[in-house]
Nanobody, 124 residues
Framework: QVQLVDSGGGSVQAGGSLRISCAAS????????WGWFRQAPGKEREWVAS????????TYNDPVKGRFTVSQDNAKNTLHMQMVDLKPDDTAMYYC?????????????????WGQGTQVTVSS
């Protein structure tokens, strides 16, 4: 059974940085993509960023472009997201997600696997 384990969240002041990670319990070789969604209290879960394993490329939602960077550690089956210049609007629970071929990593309805989430809190 595939497991995704989120880690690395925390609390920072606006302008600060955090790195969150997602560890997969299996090889990611057969996956199409993985990445993160986030959900703030009272809001819907929204896509943040995706990493396409075959293409070795990342894509980002507009609110985080230029501030968040996704990278994959192949040896450890781990995905990282470095977040800089954090803003209070970035406060949310961040969920790792992965999709097999046929799915996508930009829609909550098309994801194959979910992590348990890690909280990121940014104070002003």
């Amino acid at each position: 059974q595939v497991q995704l384990v989120d880690s690395g969240g925390g609390s920072v002041q606006a302008g600060g940085s955090l790195r969150i990670s997602c560890a997969a319990s299996t090889s990611t070789h057969d996956w199409y993509c993985w990445g993160w969604f986030r959900q703030a209290p009272g809001k819907e879960r929204e896509w943040v960023a995706s990493y396409y394993i075959g293409d070795l490329r990342a894509t980002y939602n507009d609110p985080v472009k230029g501030r968040f960077t996704v990278s994959q550690d192949n040896a450890k089956n781990t995905l990282h997201m470095q977040m800089v210049d954090l803003k209070p609007d970035d406060t949310a629970m961040y969920y790792c997600a992965a999709a097999e071929y046929g799915g996508t990593c930009t829609s909550v309805h098309a994801v194959s696997y979910w992590g348990q989430g890690t909280q990121v809190t940014v104070s002003s």
